[in-house]
């Protein structure tokens, strides 16, 4: 079965360092992995997704992702981290078998950015 | 273009009440979800329609009816409502032929059950 993991329920940095949401992923075949944000109280919003090709994907907001297919890893790193980029950060594979490409989603890391 | 539209944004139940959450999308997507929101659990699938006049449970389809009305809608029936109904719901949409498309989401309904 397809799934994925976020090691981490919260990460807490100071505004200016660098910032990694980590993620695993466990699929048969070529996975589609993408990164959603959810700001409190709203839906959410695409950052980024590795297809195929290059290892680094960059997105929204300065945000980029490494895929790591040996570690089966893609996890979400920013050089500098904003106060406004606090929020619940999802990591999701796409299904491509039977629920017709569902996204199977991480259970969230809450992103704690302090001034 | 307003993506994907969800109401009502919040509803409080009595429970044993029904309601329908409503669901559009204006995107031409042939996939449509309904997810729910859990603390801890992330989100989970209840039901999907692949495309129009066909949906199939997800994960969590206990309690939940749905309907694809027609390429643009997709609504959730809860019959009678549970307090382990209370969640926030969302749906979502994409077009799955192209495997790397992302989904876009509405913006979610705050249900309480009590």
């Known amino acids: 079965a397809q799934s994925v993991a976020q090691p981490e329920d919260q990460v807490n940095v100071a505004e200016g360092n660098p910032l990694t949401v980590k993620c695993t992923y466990s699929?048969?075949?070529?996975?589609?992995l993408f990164w959603y944000v959810q700001y409190p109280n709203r839906g959410l919003q695409f950052l980024l997704k590795y297809i195929t090709g290059d290892n680094l994907v960059k997105g929204s907001y300065g945000f980029e992702a490494e895929f790591n297919k040996s570690q089966t890893s893609f996890h979400l790193k920013k050089p500098s981290a904003l106060v406004s980029d606090s929020a619940l950060y999802f990591c999701?594979?796409?299904?491509?078998?039977?629920?017709?490409?569902?996204?199977?989603f991480g259970k969230g890391t809450k992103l704690s950015v302090k001034p | 273009n307003a993506g994907v539209t969800q109401t009502p944004k919040f509803q409080v139940l009595k429970t044993g009440q029904s309601m329908t959450l409503q669901c559009a999308q204006d995107m031409n997507h042939n996939s449509m979800y309904w997810y729910r929101q859990d603390p801890g659990m992330g989100l989970r699938l209840i039901y999907y329609?692949?495309?129009?006049?066909?949906?199939d449970k997800g994960e969590v389809p206990n309690g939940y009816n749905v309907s694809r009305l027609n390429k643009r809608e997709f609504s959730l029936r809860l019959e009678s409502a549970a307090p382990s109904q209370t969640s926030v719901y969302f749906c979502?949409?994409?077009?799955?032929?192209?495997?790397?498309?992302?989904?876009?989401f509405g913006q979610g309904t705050r249900l309480t059950v009590v």
């Open positions: 979502a949409s994409t077009t799955v032929n192209v495997g790397g498309t992302e989904a876009f």
């Open positions: 329609s692949a495309s129009e006049g066909t949906t």
């Open positions: 999701a594979v796409r299904d491509m078998g039977g629920s017709q490409g569902n996204l199977i």
């Open positions: 699929v048969s075949g070529n996975p589609y």
